[in-house]
């Protein structure tokens, strides 16, 4: 399943904290989404979490779910549509548009700053351990480069897609 396909629905960055705002497309370096600035250092940002994802699809579940989550409320920097997110794990590595590569190197921790997007404050809904495969992750970035609303991802490495490492460059 190397090269399955997804596309790039939203990039969202701050001045700070949570909601990010959408922008129409943006740079994407080691340091992370040019725009985009953490508060809080010690649990977010650096090299191996420069940029935080998350799904669509997933989103639209919590919704469906009654939480007021939208993208980029939960902190995420790009929000993705098709793929199958159980898979999106540490070491897989996704192609979003012609030039940047960003490999996973993480779950992200859900904290008490994104409990606005979550009925009743209950954050712990998009925890890896209660909900595994139903969580944001982190990535480092591989190759940098501008990222665009609409942009194709495609995951083009990875064991949980059948890439095992060397595909796709």
Known sequence: MANRAGILTQISVSDGGVPKRAVASAAISAEGVLGDRQRDLKHHGGPDRAVCLYSAELIERLREEGHPIEP???GENLTIAGLDWAGVCPGVRLRIGGDVVLEITG???PCR????S?????FSRISQKKHPGEI?????VVAGGMVRAGDDVRVIEGSAFGGGGGGGF
């Open 72 to 74: 980029g409320s939960a």
């Open 136 to 140: 944001r992750v982190y990535a480092k």
């Open 118 to 122: 979550f009925a009743g404050g209950d």
């Open 113 to 116: 700053t994104i409990a606005g």
């Open 107 to 109: 779950y992200t921790s």
